[in-house]
């Protein structure tokens, strides 16, 4: 499984942004996408996660009414709306998937198998 995150940049505060991440691959798709992010010199955080297969996103508490996770199935594309950023939200963002067989969202980072380059959301003051 291959994953491809794109859509970061500089914005200001109050400002939106959608990130996107794609799956592809000649294995069997994988059911749960992830977002995480890490800032400089913190650890990597969960942001929100979603499942092909239905059902509602689960989000961190930091982001949750902010940001909004969707799926586009045909097209195997998740999207992070990103609304109201302040620079707390600073950070590379990853895009992650966990293992085909798997259909429960999960928060832990140890929890996903599949991992893709992070994409830079830089929020100035």
């Known amino acids: 499984v291959q994953l491809q995150a794109s859509g970061g940049g500089l914005v200001q505060a109050g400002d939106s942004l959608r990130l996107s991440c794609a799956a592809s691959g000649r294995t069997l798709s994988p059911n749960v996408m992830g977002w995480f992010r890490q800032a400089p010199g913190k650890e990597r955080e969960f942001v929100a996660a979603i499942s092909w297969s239905g059902g509602s996103p689960i989000y961190a508490e930091s982001v949750e009414g902010r940001f909004t996770l969707s799926r586009d199935n045909a097209k195997k594309i998740v999207y992070l709306q990103m609304n109201s950023l302040n620079p707390e939200d600073t950070a590379n963002y990853y895009c992650?998937?966990?293992?085909?067989?798997?259909?429960?969202?999960?928060?832990?980072?140890?929890?996903?198998?599949?991992w893709g380059q992070g994409t830079l959301v830089t929020v100035s003051s």
């Open positions: 992650a998937a966990r293992g085909q067989s798997i259909t429960v969202l999960t928060r832990t980072a140890r929890g996903y198998a599949y």
